[in-house]
C-alpha cells in the first residue's frame, strides 16, 4: 500500500456512540494532522501530531480524542457526537523538518451523526 | 498572523475557457506556496508549488507563479476541461514552524461541456 489510507471511508453513526476512525501513512512521514471539512466552510484543522507528540489542538470539543501510536497512524476517537459534526474528516501527513515539504491526504472518511 | 485568501467561488466556465483563480497571502517568514485540488468525493491532493520568489510551479496545464512583491500565487490554466471540475485550494507552509499548513477557504470550479 502506499500513500494515506483513510478507514472507513463512510459512517453513520448515533449521538450515543462510540466509534474511531484510522488513518496510516505508508510514506515514513513524522507528522500527521486531522482536518474537519463541513459544507460551506473552509478546512478546520482540528489535531497536528509531529513526532508522535501532539503539537495542535485548535479549541476542539473533547468528545473529539486523537491518538497517534507511532508515527504510521493516526486515530480520532468519536464519542456522544452532535448532529453538527457530521462532515467530511480527513488526514493528512507531512515531513516536518524539510523545507518546502507538502501534505498527502487520505480520501477522508464521510461521517453522519444522527 | 499567517494567512491566505482566495477568491470567492464558485466559479463556473465553459470548457476552453481560460481559468484564473486568484491567491494572496500574508506571512511573516518565508513561504513555500501550494496549490492542491479535491475531486467529488476525494481528499485533497497536490497540484503544483513553488518555493520561493519568482518561481513557477506547473502540473496538468495549470501554472502558478510565487510573487513576492504582490504576495501572490494566482493559478492559471489556458484552456480548461470538464475533468477540471473540482474545489482548488490555495496553502502555504512556513520552514520555521513546518507542522503548520495554512489553507485558504477553497474555490469550487465547475466548467460546462
Known amino acids: 500500500e502506499t500513500g494515506v489510507t483513510q478507514t472507513p471511508r463512510h459512517l453513520v453513526m448515533g449521538m450515543t456512540n462510540k466509534k474511531s476512525l484510522k488513518c496510516e501513512q505508508h510514506?515514513?512521514?513524522?507528522?500527521m494532522y486531522w482536518y474537519k471539512q463541513s459544507a460551506k466552510k473552509p478546512l478546520e484543522l482540528m489535531f497536528v501530531?509531529?513526532?508522535?507528540?501532539?503539537?495542535e489542538n485548535n479549541s476542539v470539543p473533547s468528545r473529539f480524542s486523537p491518538e497517534c501510536p507511532n508515527s504510521s497512524h493516526l486515530f480520532l476517537h468519536l464519542h456522544t457526537l452532535q448532529p453538527e459534526d457530521s462532515a467530511l474528516y480527513l488526514c493528512a501527513s507531512s515531513q516536518v523538518g524539510q523545507a518546502n515539504t507538502e501534505a498527502f491526504f487520505g480520501q477522508g472518511t464521510r461521517l453522519t451523526v444522527v | 498572523g499567517d494567512s491566505v485568501t482566495q477568491m470567492e467561488g464558485p466559479v463556473t466556465l465553459s470548457e476552453e475557457a481560460f481559468l484564473t483563480i486568484n491567491c494572496t497571502y500574508t506571512?511573516?517568514?518565508?513561504?513555500?506556496l501550494f496549490w492542491y485540488v479535491q475531486y467529488p468525493g476525494e481528499g485533497l491532493q497536490l497540484l503544483l508549488k513553488a518555493t520561493k520568489a519568482d518561481d513557477k510551479g506547473s502540473n496538468k496545464g495549470f501554472e502558478a507563479t510565487y510573487r513576492k512583491e504582490t504576495t501572490s500565487f494566482h493559478l492559471e490554466k489556458g484552456s480548461v476541461q470538464v475533468s477540471d471540475s473540482a474545489v482548488y485550494f490555495c496553502a502555504l507552509t512556513l520552514y520555521s514552524s513546518a507542522s503548520k499548513i495554512i489553507f485558504g477557504s477553497g474555490t469550487r470550479l465547475s466548467i460546462r461541456p
Open positions: 510514506l515514513g512521514h513524522n507528522a
Open positions: 506571512a511573516t517568514g518565508y513561504p513555500s
Open positions: 501530531y509531529s513526532l508522535e507528540e501532539r503539537v
